[in-house]
């Protein structure tokens, strides 16, 4: 990573459905940055994978297809909420990589070594000097640990569950709450178990805690931490 420039790089990590994703989206909008939220990459996988009966625990098959797809991040095309277009080989997976059937089969196929080192250069070459807003889980501790700003976003598990099910409701997905309460511990406690790239902060993160908290109240939180180092830095931010 010696020759990659990420000091433009805001690493958002966070556990699922803490807020990532609709707090990176406003950030990237104020900040005239790009958005790349890295779990679609894994998340498309696992579709891919679902698709063509490969077990979520077939290491070996899962690294072979994650190296062979052909997977597009561009603009959103569609005002329904979507922060990009995901594109498996032309095909718009925007919404169909964020269903439970992924949900509960995008952990273990991220969780393969074999896998994140296939998806590993991809990431960091997009970020490579650009002013961009990466969502993920390890993107401060593995992927940009080089990044400008690091934040670790956090959130109640009940809170994350209550807001994960009107997000599910509102795409017309029948669920419980203590359904999705039951699979966000699970994923917790995988994510942050595994023995590659576990979800844990940074050293060096700001971790802020979304519960009570309004988007915009976070937002301008982050917002004014990026804007000040990009200042100390000399880096022009508008």
């Known amino acids: 990573m010696t020759d990659l420039d990420h000091r433009q790089v805001i690493a958002i990590d966070g556990p699922g459905a803490a807020g990532k994703s ?61 922060t990009a277009d995901v594109l498996l080989d032309d095909e718009d997976v925007t919404w169909a990589i964020r269903t439970p059937e992924i949900d509960s089969s995008v952990s273990p ?22 002013r961009v807003v990466i969502v993920g889980r390890d993107i401060g501790t593995v992927v940009t640990p080089d990044a400008g700003i690091k934040i670790y976003l956090d959130a109640s598990t009940e809170e994350r569950a209550r807001r994960r099910l009107v997000d599910l409701h509102e795409r017309g997905i029948d669920a419980t709450f203590d359904s999705v309460l039951a699979d966000l511990k699970a994923r917790d406690a995988f994510d942050s178990g595994r023995a590659t790239a576990p979800l844990r902060p940074a050293q060096d993160a700001v971790i802020i805690g979304s519960d009570g908290r309004t988007i915009d109240e976070i937002v301008t939180e982050i917002d004014s931490i990026v804007r000040a180092r990009w200042e100390s830095e000399g880096i022009p931010h508008g």
């Open 22 to 82: 609709t707090v990176a989206r406003r950030l990237a909008d104020q900040l005239g940055a790009m958005l790349f939220d890295t779990g679609a990459l894994y998340r498309t996988v696992t579709l891919a994978a679902l698709r063509q009966d490969i077990a979520p625990s077939d290491e070996q098959a899962l690294a072979e297809l994650a190296g062979g797809l052909s997977i597009t991040f561009q603009p959103a095309s569609v005002a329904d909420g979507r």
């Open 109 to 130: 196929v991220s969780a393969h070594p074999a896998v994140r080192e296939q998806l590993l250069d991809v990431q960091r070459n997009i970020a490579n000097g650009a």
